[in-house]
């Protein structure tokens, strides 16, 4: 699976984005979704990740409330739409795809990994 991730930018606190995965090469559908996210100088961490059916959500709590994960299967498309951004929300943010079961909350379970997006909340 190839993944791009796409629309992160600068925006100022209180704000919103949205981001999106696009996924081309294999069974988009076959999927479990999740997007991490690694500030500078900290580990990628977990933000949130979206069953290959929709039917399934989790998000890190430090985000719960304020981003909310979709996907549509028909586009091969994920997204996270960010709202309420916060000065530390500030990082760059991956999408990635996991296949197999679990908690799909560390990096370690994801297979394929798109090449980040920046985003950049202003206090």
């Known amino acids: 699976v190839q993944l791009q991730a796409s629309g992160g930018g600068l925006v100022e606190a209180g704000g919103s984005l949205r981001l999106s995965c696009a996924a081309s090469g294999r069974t988009f559908s076959n999927y479990n979704m999740g997007w991490f996210r690694q500030a500078p100088g900290k580990e990628r961490e977990f933000v949130a990740v979206?069953?290959?059916?929709?039917?399934?959500?989790h998000y890190a709590d430090s985000v719960k409330g304020r981003f909310t994960i979709s996907r549509d299967n028909a586009k091969n498309t994920a997204y996270l739409q960010m709202n309420s951004l916060k000065p530390e929300d500030t990082a760059v943010y991956y999408c990635?795809?996991?296949?197999?079961?679990?908690?799909?909350?560390?990096?370690?379970?994801?297979?394929?990994w798109g090449q980040g997006t920046q985003v950049t909340v202003s206090s």
């Open positions: 990635a795809t996991v296949l197999s079961a679990g908690a799909w909350t560390s990096i370690y379970e994801y297979d394929y």
């Open positions: 979206i069953a290959w059916s929709g039917g399934g959500t």
